[in-house]
């Protein structure tokens, strides 16, 4: 079966360093996005992407916040100076598109940590 | 705007024991509802999904039906495995918002043998 991959499985990181995360979404899918999960809290949205820009933003996705995708595989997220808040399991997702039926497959997560 | 409740947790059950974990919505238009869960150490995998009113989801014997007039949801499984142990999380995608996905807060769910 076909899978969202991401990497890296894990990352510690200064506070104010700047952390990309990557991932490859399914290969003909349309729509990209990253969610985030607090350690313990619920998975929340951040960023969804469609024809090369940004569709819809939450409002967690602020200025520090960017998303990318430089070729035709990689779907970027950077965070330019982390915070320890910015502590989290970050998911990458994707969607075919959004005929009925249709699922948004997640990847196996990014888990960051601010020290 | 659009939301989902979910049961607190921890639910904790004995193996075989029946299952059931709630999940009401609110929403505008029609969404889709689904279920995903996250085993430990894991990321989220899609368990079992509705598009419309009164469909039924099922999946590795697991069950939900979309309830549109009492925003339900409800997950459902008539005997747990010690390997059902997860954390569950109801979700729904209204299909005028790029697709995103709305969640739950999540319900762990810990089968004892």
């Known amino acids: 079966e076909p899978e969202v991959t991401q990497t890296p499985s894990h990352q510690v990181t200064q506070m104010g360093q700047e952390v990309i995360l990557r991932c490859v979404p399914i290969?003909?899918?349309?729509?990209f996005y990253w969610y985030r999960q607090i350690l313990g809290q619920k998975v929340e949205f951040l960023v969804s992407f469609y024809n090369n820009e940004i569709s819809e933003k939450s409002e967690i996705f602020d200025d520090q916040f960017s998303v990318e995708r430089p070729d035709g595989s990689n779907f970027t997220l950077k965070i330019r100076s982390t915070k320890l808040e910015d502590s989290a399991m970050y998911f990458c997702?994707?969607?075919?598109?959004?005929?009925?039926?249709?699922?948004?497959?997640f990847g196996e997560g990014s888990w960051l940590t601010v020290v | 705007g659009n939301s989902v409740t979910q049961m607190e947790g921890p639910v904790t059950l004995s193996e075989e024991a029946f299952l059931t974990i709630n999940c009401t919505y609110t929403?505008?238009?029609?969404?889709?509802l689904f279920w995903y869960v996250q085993y430990p150490g894991e990321g989220l995998q899609l368990l079992l999904k509705a598009t419309k009113a009164d469909d039924k989801g099922s999946n590795k014997g697991f069950e939900a039906t979309y309830r549109k007039e009492t925003t339900s949801f409800h997950l459902e499984k008539g005997s747990v495995q010690v390997s059902d142990s997860a954390v569950y999380f109801c979700?729904?995608?209204?299909?005028?918002?790029?697709?995103?996905?709305?969640f739950g807060s999540g319900t762990r769910l810990l089968v004892r043998p």
């Open positions: 979700a729904l995608m209204r299909p005028d918002s790029s697709y995103k996905l709305i």
């Open positions: 997702a994707s969607i075919l598109d959004g005929s009925s039926g249709n699922t948004i497959y």
């Open positions: 290969s003909n899918h349309l729509y």
């Open positions: 929403a505008t238009g029609y969404p889709s």
